[in-house]
């Protein structure tokens, strides 16, 4: 039967309606008991991490239910923060470049499998090299910006630079490891990315997400972090020194952050793009699949990435995440999409309290998604009678990797038990953070033993191994 495409657009528009419609009845708004959870546990973390603001938005149903700012949003003078406030998102940008690329894709522009040649030939091995390793952090291209700080002197971040100048100098060199065969965290896959969507659609990258993503979103407060956008209205960039006082955080020079990390917006406008991924409406379903289907390597490896976002499972909730992380900013961006649930959580420090979005969005899951208690409870106890065997120089051997296993050494066990038996039974044992990387999740916690604070870092295979288990102290 022959459609044409007015038809098929009006038809898809009525889809999403319903489906919105559908999503929005289930909306269940907070309870004034979750609504005082959430604010507690936000609170909590401020003060255990010195943060000095977070800004949450909560999608459950399909629908924005609670939206609350706590801390200091900007400082000299004090201001409280505001859910107005505009905060950079850093990497979460990522997911906004990668669906620019699938809707050049969706337009017959363009293909996942082009190779990079096809614009950049002069890029390293760029007849090898495709969109969607680009995309899936599987290129090779070495990573321009690992450091946790603004760089002053090769490069000098507070000037200048085009994406050309980045490619040239990161792009033009050898690769870190051959396409395909590793996963790697690289801003240079995405700069090289937006590089690709402007010589595809002929219009600078900022517009073409105005125009394709942020204007039918209604996104309104969003603006361009690599154009120097900052006032006195949106939440002021902070970091801070080892343990010192909170600092004003140096500005970058334009053209660093473009489409690895460019744009900054209130929480709302975030979870609107949260909505628009539950939804899926934007893209077609098939897009959206290549999007959030966990990419392997050469030999069959799952990464736990797809493509411009981390895919996995917590506690039984399949999940879509991605932190961000630019100068004087954080953020934790979830979304949970077969519960129709997302949590936004900015904040406006780095580096220095780098953990606290990914703290506060775990300890709002577990009060928002049904059964996270349980599921959330059983894994806690597992990690905690670790903890306990350690304190007796003891492991259970069979629930972690060969890495692990050759690392928890007869040393190791006789240096844990010497130093975590005396301290007593933990009074305090609270998971913090999660994220994906290299196809491993990672989770934090905080534990209290005696006088004494520790940090406890888990990376757990996909298979359930552990790959590691590291007790740190933290006081």
Wanted: aromatic share 8%; glycine share 10%.
């Amino acid at each position: 039967m022959f459609c044409n495409g007015t038809v098929r657009r009006s038809r898809r528009l009525l889809l999403v309606f319903l489906a919105f419609g559908a999503h929005a009845a289930l909306a269940q708004q907070l309870t004034p008991a979750e609504q005082a959870q959430v604010d507690s546990a936000a609170m909590q973390v401020l003060a255990g991490t010195g943060a000095p603001s977070a800004s949450v938005a909560i999608v459950r149903g399909g629908q924005i239910v609670y939206e609350h700012a706590y801390g200091r949003g900007r400082i000299d003078p004090d201001v409280p923060a505001t859910t107005a406030m505009r905060y950079a998102i850093g990497s979460n940008s990522k997911q906004f470049c990668a669906t620019a690329i699938l809707m050049l894709a969706e337009d017959h522009k363009l293909s996942l499998d082009d190779h990079v040649s096809r614009w950049f030939p002069q890029l390293t091995r760029a007849n090898e090299i495709t969109i969607r390793e680009l995309l899936s952090m599987t290129s090779g291209y070495q990573d321009f910006w690992p450091q946790d700080y603004v760089m002053t002197v090769d490069p000098d971040m507070r000037q200048p630079v085009s994406a050309a100048e980045v490619m040239r100098r990161w792009a033009q060199i050898p690769l870190d490891f051959d396409p395909g065969t590793q996963w790697q965290y690289s801003n240079t896959n995405y700069v090289i990315a937006a590089a690709i969507v402007e010589r595809v659609s002929g219009m600078r990258f900022m517009d073409f997400l105005r125009q394709r993503i942020i204007t039918p979103l209604h996104m309104t407060s969003v603006a361009d972090f690599d154009a120097g956008w900052m006032n006195a209205q949106d939440a002021q960039p902070l970091l801070r020194y080892g343990l010192g006082p909170l600092r004003p955080a140096p500005d970058g020079g334009p053209g660093w952050m473009w489409g690895a990390g460019e744009l900054a917006m209130t929480p709302h406008d975030l979870a609107l793009w949260d909505i628009a991924m539950i939804n899926q409406s934007l893209l077609r379903p098939a897009s959206y699949r290549a999007q959030q289907t966990d990419e392997l390597l050469a030999n069959g490896t799952a990464t736990g990435y797809g493509l411009g976002i981390g895919v996995g499972r917590t506690n039984g909730h399949r999940t879509l995440s991605h932190g961000g992380a630019v100068s004087g900013y954080t953020s934790r961006n979830t979304i949970f999409p077969d519960d129709h649930a997302a949590i936004v959580v900015l904040t406006n420090i780095y580096p220095g309290a780098a953990g606290a979005p990914d703290q506060i969005a775990a300890r709002i899951a577990r009060i928002i998604l049904p059964g996270a208690d349980t599921a959330q409870a059983a894994a806690l106890a597992a990690v905690r009678g670790i903890y306990e065997g350690l304190m007796h120089g003891t492991v259970d051997r069979s629930l972690f990797t060969p890495n692990a296993n050759a690392y928890f050494s007869d040393q190791a066990l006789q240096d844990y038990a010497a130093s975590l038996g005396p301290l007593g039974a933990p009074t305090q044992f609270v998971p913090g953070g999660y994220s994906l990387r290299g196809g491993m999740a990672i989770r934090s916690y905080v534990i209290r033993a005696g006088q004494v604070v520790m940090g406890l870092t888990t990376m757990t295979m996909p298979d359930g191994k552990i790959e590691e288990y590291i007790v740190e102290r933290a006081n």
